[in-house]
């Protein structure tokens, strides 16, 4: 409601996550113009024993994130952790990875926490070191004032960290990531809608309503946007709000950051960064960072 009523309507990306909504981001993650999974899963593979190698074998590994992917299970062989700890805010995706992972590696400890990691987390106490990883470029989804208090908080959880970044690139591929001929993050932006109607009885009509994507260069993020396609009234609950024609809800900020963008935002919340691995395209990043003392 108090997104709703701003100026610049705006809701926060995190509530796209439903079932339904966790499914079609899976999707999106198979598309031709979406490299940034692919990018990622190939940078992993090229230099796990690097990567693995910084990491420590035998630590506990802290995941943002649900973590039922290829990139995952690289790092579990690679780094062989003694326990596993998937957060998410999502409890049904957080059981299936659960459930996936422990079929996969029987031998491994899987203490799945369910919680919004961009609040304060209540996390077991680490019995061996602990490695956070947070892949899959999420940071991009928070303000850099809110990748900053994400970062400062996860300095408290783990003495060192992998963290998946996009870098900044040609808008042209940008562009073409974020408005996928398949229509499926069309989809995926207006499921929000969708889940507000199911979740808190709105009337909100998604024929009324289209998809917006672009590249903001100025601050180097994709904005996200759900455009009224009329003048029209929209009722949630008790509440009533008033869309104009051309009106947005500004539903995500996906930024982008070069090396040096994303070591200055680290180092400003304790972290230093000892290195940083890419695919060969130089798509994609995967920073190594220590807990600066
Ligand atoms: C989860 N996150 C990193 C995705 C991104 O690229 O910002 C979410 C997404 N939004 C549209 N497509 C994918």
């Known amino acids: 409601m108090a997104g709703l009523s701003l100026p610049q309507k705006a809701l926060p990306p995190k509530y796209f996550y439903d079932a339904k909504g966790s499914k079609l981001f899976e999707k999106i993650c198979r598309l031709p113009e979406y490299y940034l999974t692919r990018a990622e899963l190939s940078l992993t593979r090229r230099h796990i024993a690097s990567i693995g190698k910084f990491a420590g074998r035998g630590c506990e590994l802290l995941e943002y994130g649900s973590g039922e992917s290829l990139k995952t299970r690289l790092l579990i062989r690679a780094l062989r952790p003694k326990a596993y700890l998937p957060v998410d805010i999502s409890a049904s995706a ?20 369910a919680a919004d990691f961009s609040r304060p987390l209540d996390l077991p106490a680490p019995r061996h070191p602990r490695v956070a990883y947070f892949p899959g470029s999420t940071i991009g989804n928070l303000t850099p004032e809110e990748a900053h208090g994400f970062l400062a908080r996860a300095r408290a959880h783990a003495g060192r960290m992998l963290i998946g970044v996009d870098l900044r690139k040609d808008a042209n591929l940008l562009h073409a990531a974020y408005n996928d001929s398949r229509g499926v993050t069309a989809a ?16 909100f009509e998604l024929r009324r309503f289209a998809h917006y994507a672009f590249y903001n260069a100025a601050l180097g993020r994709i904005e996200m946007h759900l455009v009224s396609l009329e003048k029209q009234k929209v009722r949630i609950g008790r509440h009533r709000f008033a869309f104009e024609r051309g009106e947005s809800i ?8 070069s090396i040096e963008g994303f070591r200055a935002l ?9 290195r940083s691995w890419s695919d060969r395209e130089g798509l994609f990043a995967l920073h190594g960072l220590t807990a600066a003392v």
């Open 94 to 113: 957080l059981e299936r990875a659960a459930a996936q992972l422990s079929r996969a590696f029987p031998w491994l400890r899987i203490t799945p926490v």
């Open 188 to 203: 995926f932006n207006l499921n929000l809608l969708d889940r507000i109607n199911r979740e808190l009885g709105a009337d």
């Open 250 to 257: 500004h539903t995500e900020n996906s930024y982008k950051y």
């Open 266 to 274: 680290a180092a400003n919340a304790g972290f230093r960064w000892q």
